[in-house]
C-alpha cells in the first residue's frame, strides 16, 4: 500500500494503519481486528516475563473465539539472554510447524523482532501487543538480526496492527522506558548523519519524513520529568517511538531514525556476545552513543572552523543545527533521573575507542560523521579527547 507522491519524489509506504494505544486497551484489543480474514489458528511468541504480564490473557481470549492457539514461550529473557540471532530465529521457525495463519508478537524488540523476520518469510501477517516503550522498532519494516556474530538489519514487512496499553507500558521496569527514551534521542544525531551524506555523497534524503522524526522527538523531549512513569509522558513516548519506525518503513531503510550511534551500539552488542557480558539495553546504549557522537560532531565542527573552511563550516552548521551540546544532553538526562554512563551500563573505556574507531573504518554500508572525521585524518585524535572527557565515576560492581 502505497500513500501520495511525497516532495522528496518518492511515493512511501503507509506503513502501519492500525495503531491503538490507550490505557485499558489489553480488555477489548480484539474489536480492533476482524479475525475472520486472518484465519483460524494463531502463534503467539513471548518470553517468560511478557507471558505472564499479558500473554496468558492474550491466549485466553483468543481461545474464547473458538481459534487455535499455540505459542512460544522464550524462558530467561529477564535475564538479558535472549538475543534475535539464528539459534533463537531457529526456534520460531520450529514453531511454524503448526502452520498458523498469523502471528503475534507480545513484548518489545527481540520478541517483534524475530516475528517480523519469520512472518516476512512466511509470507503471512503478524500483529504486535507492545510490553513496554523501550525501543522503536514496533511499527518498522526492517528486522535486525545477529549472524555469524555480526548484527545487520533485514529487510522486512511492518505489522498490520500495534497495540500498546498504556497501563502495561507505564508498568514496565524503569531501565526499559529509560532505554526507549535513549533509542528516540538516538534520532537527534541519526538526523544529523543522515543530512551530511546527502550533502556530501548525493544520498538520498527525505525532509518531510525527517520532520515528522523531528517533531517525534521534540515533543517526548518537552514532556520528559521526574515521572518516566506518568501515563501522560508513556503515551507520548510510545507514539514517538511507533512513528519513528514508521519513517523506517516510509523510506524503506533504517537511514531516519538510526546513524553512528546505532553502529555504536551494535558493535558494544556483538562484543558482549562474544565475552559472554550482559550489558544495559539496547535503548540505553543508544543514549550512550549519542552523547559520543554528540561531541564528536562539535569537535569535527570545531575543527572545520579553526582551518576557515567556509564551505564546510556552512554544511556542518546547517547539519547541526538545532543540535544539542553534550552539556545540555547531559542536563536533560539528569532533569530526570537518566544515566547512561558506559560503567553503569557494563560498556569498558577500551570498547568505546574500539567501535569509534573500527566503525570509522570498516563500516562501508553508510556515511557517518565517523567516517567524515576518519577521512580527515582527525578521528584518532578526537577519540582520545572524547574518552578523556567521559565523567569518572566509581566501577559498578555488577559487571565485574
Not at 555504536?264 to 546504549?285: D, I, N
Not at 545540555?328 to 544515566?339: D, Q
Amino acid at each position: 500500500m502505497t500513500g501520495q507522491r511525497c516532495s522528496c519524489g518518492r511515493i512511501h509506504p503507509t506503513g502501519v494503519t492500525q495503531i491503538h494505544v490507550y490505557p485499558g486497551l489489553l480488555k477489548d484489543w480484539m474489536k480492533h481486528v476482524d479475525l475472520n480474514e486472518l484465519g483460524r489458528s494463531c502463534l503467539l511468541v513471548a518470553d517468560d516475563n511478557t507471558w505472564s504480564v499479558v500473554g496468558e490473557q492474550v491466549s485466553r481470549q483468543l481461545s474464547d473465539v473458538k481459534l487455535s492457539v499455540n505459542k512460544l514461550v522464550f524462558a530467561d529473557e529477564g535475564k538479558g539472554t535472549l538475543v534475535a540471532d539464528e539459534r533463537s530465529l531457529g526456534r520460531v521457525l520450529m514453531a511454524m510447524e503448526s502452520q498458523p495463519d498469523f502471528l503475534i508478537a507480545i513484548g518489545s524488540g527481540t520478541i517483534s523482532d524475530l516475528v517480523r523476520y519469520t512472518a516476512t518469510q512466511a509470507k503471512i501477517p503478524y500483529y504486535i501487543i507492545a510490553t513496554a516503550p523501550s525501543m522503536d522498532g514496533y511499527a518498522s519494516s526492517v528486522a535486525p538480526l545477529i549472524c555469524r556474530g555480526k548484527k545487520r538489519s533485514y529487510k522486512a514487512s511492518a505489522p498490520q496492527g500495534i497495540f500498546a496499553d498504556v497501563d502495561i507500558l507505564a508498568s514496565a521496569p524503569s531501565e526499559m522506558i529509560q532505554a526507549g527514551i535513549g533509542d528516540l534521542l538516538g534520532k537527534i544525531t541519526a538526523r544529523a548523519d543522515w543530512q551530511l551524506a546527502h550533502l556530501l555523497t548525493g544520498e538520498y534524503f527525505c525532509p518531510e519524513v525527517q520532520q515528522k522524526v523531528n517533531g517525534a522527538v521534540q515533543e517526548t523531549i518537552a514532556a520528559m520529568g521526574n515521572d518516566l512513569n506518568a501515563r501522560l509522558f508513556i503515551e507520548k513516548l510510545i507514539l514517538a517511538l511507533v512513528d519513528s519506525g514508521q519513517a523506517i518503513t516510509a523510506v524503506g531503510n533504517s537511514r531516519p531514525a538510526s546513524g553512528s550511534e546505532h553502529m555504536l551500539a551494535h558493535y558494544w552488542e556483538v562484543k558482549a556476545l562474544e565475552s559472554q557480558r550482559t550489558l544495559g539495553l539496547h535503548g540505553q546504549k543508544v543514549g550512550l552513543a549519542t552523547e559520543l557522537v554528540l561531541n564528536l560532531y562539535a569537535k569535527v565542527s570545531e575543527r572545520v572552523a579553526s582551518r576557515g573552511e567556509t564551505e564546510t563550516m556552512q554544511l556542518f552548521r546547517q547539519v547541526t543545527r538545532d543540535m544539542p551540546t553534550v552539556g545540555s544532553y547531559r542536563r536533560l538526562l539528569a532533569k530526570s533521573g537518566i544515566s547512561f554512563h558506559p560503567l553503569k551500563l557494563c560498556i569498558p573505556l577500551d570498547w568505546i575507542r574500539e567501535s569509534l574507531l573500527h566503525e570509522a573504518i570498516f563500516s562501508r554500508d553508510r556515511y557517518t560523521v565517523l567516517r567524515y572525521a576518519y577521512e580527515r585524518g582527525w578521528l584518532a585524535e578526537i577519540v582520545e579527547e572524547i574518552i578523556q572527557e567521559i565523567p569518572k565515576t566509581e566501577p559498578n560492581p555488577v559487571c565485574e
